[in-house]
RNA sequence: GCGGCUAUAGUUCAAUGGUAGAACACUGGUUUGUGGUACCAGUCACCUGGGUUCAAUUCCCAGUAGCCGCCCCA
């Protein structure tokens, strides 16, 4: 009501016009003032398409890892990281001249000194490198790696899609079995799976490079009697990249789309038989996949396998949906470690988005928050007056090789603040101190439940939490 | 790289051609040595530049950023 009130009285005013005082304008050094910082200074931004990863965020992140970890255990990958720049041509020669990472994406500085290098687009390439590199031939084969970075892609941002973004990665170089495929696509499931949400695998092979010329000259064939049929974009794609084609969305296109010839009918027996092999084992395992015989990824490396991983769109509201972007994907790549001058060496690998992964989590985490970990306290340190700080601090970092976890406050002065913060930290016990207690050599223990304090000896005081606390049980006798 | 939509507090959102409110969050108090609830108070915002106007956060244009669709992919 008052707000109206005033509402009405400004309406009043057209005839005398308010005084105006022109706002003194902002010098032009000043940019925008956000929150922190002294005024005039310019506060810097997030370069576009970048992102911070606050420590709120840290609840999502974490089993990201841990579970990229723990998998990396089990299928016994050796963990990897290779660094974050590398000349421009290793990528060229790998993922192909043609693609859009390597012709518009990547980020590339060029000097005399570094010569041309880029901040590299993936990691796969990078690790085929290293495989050469370090002569890992020579060791006990298949050498199983894992890897967790940043990439880079200077593509235009969207939600999802960022300039940096986390890839977690799982390769498995010098086996050409079957075998290989399926785990790396039970690995992609699995680490959906654990983190508490369906996801889609689409699957598909692209047999060889001969296999493929062969192919994508009979789809262009195909394609070009029926020109005048199908979307402008088709027609570029038809010059550029038929295999391209498979992918269009327009309604023109499906019919044709449909008809056309599929990859798996121009494979040799051997690719086939080998693909029908990855196939059964995924029965075998119990991992869904969707045959999509239109799948072919963007990058030259692949060989046979690939497949893609997507959220599961829940069947009941189909349309709610956007459009789906790739949590991951990956396939064989048997010719890229002799391309890149190495001996011929079979491999496969996938590699999974976890920005995008967390988005989902999140998605997820809103219908269903129980699953994410939260930090668990077993007790709250308080203190009262310098004095008492000091002895706090003391005892808190004693206490640190009890095993207890421990939540303190020490610039806070307020008692009641900081029993506010064990309240939230959900800890069943907090340890006071004070001036008193200091002098007196005590402290004292609160039940946050019942609110029931005791007096007890400083040096006791362990032992008796560690006692009320029964998961140290054990430890005592 | 192409097309469209949007831009107000830390966050989610309001209102408005006469410089702005809420909720949550944050800080402090009611209780100067005691949390969970409640009440009170306080801090914090109109993306940047230009134009129209007596007056622009509001209308127009451009830039920038975000989002959506394409392209492509993680």
Known sequence: MPIKKLRDKKKQIPKKYKEHKPKAKKKEAEGKDHGQGEKGKRAYNVLRGMHDILPREEKYWKPMFNNAMNLADHFQYGRIETPIMEEVGLFVRS?????????????????????????????TASVARAFINGGMWNYPQPVKLWYWGPMFRHDRPQAGRYRQFFQVGYEILGAEDPAVDAELVLIAYNFYKDLGFPVEIRINSI?????????????????????????????????????????????????????????????????????????????????????????????????????????????????????????????????LVEEMGGRSTP??????????????????????????PKPVYDIFFAQLGDRAKGRALKMINDLRKSGMKIGFNLYKNSLKTQLELANDLKVPYALIIGQKEVQEGTIIIRDMESGIQEIVDQKKAENIVKKKLKKFDDGDK
Request: hydrophobic fraction near 35%; proline fraction near 6%.
């Open 347 to 372: 491999a496969a690998g996938v590699a999974l988005g976890i920005d995008r992964s967390v988005a989902v989590l999140k998605h997820y985490a809103e219908k269903n928050p129980l699953n994410l």
């Open 207 to 335: 047999g060889l490079p001969e296999e493929r010329e062969r192919y994508k000259a009979e789809l262009a064939n195909y394609y070009r009697a029926k020109k005048s049929y199908i979307c402008e974009d088709c027609r570029k794609r038809l010059l550029k990249n038929p295999l391209r084609l498979l992918d269009c969305k327009a309604d023109q296109c499906q019919p044709i789309k449909d008809e056309a010839p599929q990859i798996v009918d121009w494979l040799s027996d051997a690719s086939k038989s080998y693909f029908m092999k990855v196939l059964e084992y995924l029965d075998e395992l119990g991992v869904p996949y969707n045959l999509q015989p239109t799948l072919v990824r963007g990058l030259d490396y692949y060989t046979h396998t690939v497949f893609e991983v997507y959220p599961a769109v829940p069947s009941e509201n189909p349309g709610e949906e956007k459009a789906q972007s790739a949590l991951g994907g990956g396939g064989r790549y048997d010719l």
């Open 95 to 123: 993922l192909g001249k043609g693609t859009d990472v390597v012709e518009k994406e990547m980020y590339v500085f060029e000097n005399d000194e570094i010569g041309r290098v880029c901040l590299r687009p993936e990691a």
